[in-house]
Nanobody, 124 residues
Framework: QVQLVESGGGLVQVGGSLRLSCAAAGRTLSSDTAGWFRQAAGEEGEFVAAISWSGANYYADSVEGRFTISRDNAKNTVYLQMICLKPEDTAVYYC??????????????????WGQGTQVTVSS
């Protein structure tokens, strides 16, 4: 069973940058589609980005052009580079593994593999 630990969140000014990391243990992620979700206070969680085993990237419209997802299989880690951060990016960010894309491009974790979350707060 994969274990995921996010890091890199924090408080940043509008327009600033952060890089989130998701380190996996228990098994390698090399064959997984992995990615990021976020949930703002009082709102539903939403898909942010995903990266497939073949290196294809997928982004929500709200972050495309500002966020970049990548992976380092040697380190068994997935990253989310975020630039030009906006207050609306404030949320708890969750790493997820074993992702599938269902109907209407809805992403979910087949094995319910989630990290504990890391808080990103963008001040205005």
């Amino acid at each position: 069973q994969v274990q995921l630990v996010e890091s890199g969140g924090g408080l940043v000014q509008v327009g600033g940058s952060l890089r989130l990391s998701c380190a996996a243990a228990g098994r390698t992620l090399s064959s997984d589609t992995a990615g990021w979700f976020r949930q703002a206070a009082g709102e539903e969680g939403e898909f942010v980005a995903a990266i497939s085993w073949s290196g294809a990237n997928y982004y929500a419209d709200s972050v495309e052009g500002r966020f970049t997802i990548s992976r380092d299989n040697a380190k068994n880690t997935v990253y989310l580079q975020m630039i030009c951060l906006k207050p609306e990016d404030t949320a708890v960010y969750y790493c997820a593994a074993d992702l599938l894309r269902g109907p209407s491009s809805h992403w979910y974790s087949r094995s319910d593999s989630w990290g504990q979350g890391t808080q990103v707060t963008v001040s205005s």
